[in-house]
Nanobody, 123 residues
Framework: VQLQASGGGLVQAGDSLRLSCAAS????????MGWFCQAPGKERNFVADITWSGAITYYADFVKGRFAISRDNAKNTVYLQMNSLKPEDMAVYYCALDSTNRGGSSPHDYDYWGQGTLVTVSS
């Protein structure tokens, strides 16, 4: 499986961004997909994930009400809509795939990763 994340950029606090993660090489539509973020010098943190059908989503507390994860299985793509961005959201955002479909909020629960896309938020 190859995952390609895109959509990062430089925005001001309060702005929005939509990240995309395109999957290829395997039918990603059958698996849980997630987003993580990692700021410089910090651990990789769970942001959100979504089941294969899109019916169930989970969010980290720090993004609830501001971010929304969705997927388009016909396009093998997962999205992360990021609203009301804060300077503390600034990080590299990674998409990931859980081929076991067990789910979880640890990076160890995911076995395929994209290369990351940088989100910079200025105050």
């Amino acid at each position: 499986v190859q995952l390609q994340a895109s959509g990062g950029g430089l925005v001001q606090a309060g702005d929005s961004l939509r990240l995309s993660c395109a999957a290829s090489g395997r039918t990603s539509s059958r698996y849980i997909m997630g987003w993580f973020c990692q700021a410089p010098g910090k651990e990789r943190n769970f942001v959100a994930d979504i089941t294969w059908s899109g019916a169930i989503t989970y969010y980290a507390d720090f993004v609830k009400g501001r971010f929304a994860i969705s997927r388009d299985n016909a396009k093998n793509t997962v999205y992360l809509q990021m609203n009301s961005l804060k300077p503390e959201d600034m990080a590299v955002y990674y998409c990931a795939l859980d081929s076991t479909n067990r789910g979880g909020s640890s990076p160890h629960d995911y076995d395929y990763w994209g290369q990351g896309t940088l989100v910079t938020v200025s105050s």
